[in-house]
């Protein structure tokens, strides 16, 4: 396999590689015990109420609806440059795992889509259904990324299977196992960033994600000073959904870098 200095992969101790595991299981469980165990929270009285109620055509919403679409164009469009790489120059793990977040973002755009035209505590649940397998794609190439393909694989597993699960307990009431998701995911980013790149990683930039990600929820909980800010222009909300759409850039960038590479 030719190898380049924009993708400096390294091997790693077979012990490393497993205190890594241990590690990140024992991150899990933690989670885990914390959903459990923490407090019921309930959903804000008034969180459907979003800023931007201006219809448009016909189309309740219009601006919290239409702005779902990047989701779509962005998984379409790493599934493209996901296609092209050529066998080998990704780990199999990796290939998987990309190709699931950029399908859980094509369905991303139609459940929130679904969620913003009439709002309500079923609509939201199915938007976090539909986000679940992007963000079990996303975490499992993270950590197939910086520790094992074993491990990218298990925990797109936990995710899949604890994100979905956590909508649907928010949905009957209780808010803490899905903020423990949000929050336990962010913080195993930030572990996984701060950590090597292993040999086969695809190599996206966490970082950026993570940096994205936090610059959408800002947004998200500035939905009515946004919309107030800009005239009327877009709100919190809106905006938010054009930057988490960028969350899958990074990952279509080191697809196309691989690509690159892979003819010189």
């Avoid at 459907?48 to 239409?66: I, K, S």
Wanted: aromatic letters at 8%; one cysteine or more.
């Amino acid at each position: 396999m030719h190898l380049t200095a924009s993708h400096p992969f390294i091997g790693q101790p077979a012990a490393a590689t497993r205190r890594a595991e241990t590690a990140l299981a024992a991150a899990i469980a933690l989670f885990a015990l914390l959903a459990a165990l923490l407090p019921v929270t309930h959903l804000p009285v008034h969180y459907h109420d979003f800023a931007d109620q201006r219809g448009w055509l016909g189309l309740p919403c219009a601006m919290d609806v239409l702005t779902n679409l990047p989701f779509a164009l962005m998984g379409a469009w790493g599934l493209l440059w996901l296609r092209r790489v050529p066998a080998g120059r990704i780990g199999a793990a990796q290939r998987v795992l990309a190709g699931a977040f950029f399908v859980g973002l094509i369905l991303t755009m139609f459940c929130s889509s679904a969620y913003h035209w009439a709002p309500g505590d079923g609509g939201l649940c199915i938007d976090r259904l539909g986000m679940s397998l992007a963000f079990a794609g996303l975490l499992g190439l993270a950590a197939a990324d910086r520790v094992s393909a074993r491990a990218g694989l298990a925990l797109a597993v936990v995710i899949g299977i604890a994100a979905p699960a956590s909508a649907l307990i928010a949905w009957a009431g209780n808010m803490t196992p899905w903020a423990v998701v949000q929050g336990g995911g962010l913080a195993l980013l930030a572990f996984l960033a701060a950590r090597r790149r292993v040999r086969g990683a695809l190599g996206f930039s966490i970082v950026a994600v993570i940096v994205l990600y936090a610059v959408a929820k800002a947004l998200e909980l500035a939905d009515a000073p946004v919309f107030a800010l800009t005239h009327g222009l877009i709100s919190g909300h809106s905006a938010k959904h054009l930057v988490a759409a960028l969350a899958g850039w990074p990952v279509v960038r080191a697809l196309r870098a691989t690509i690159l590479s892979s003819r010189s």
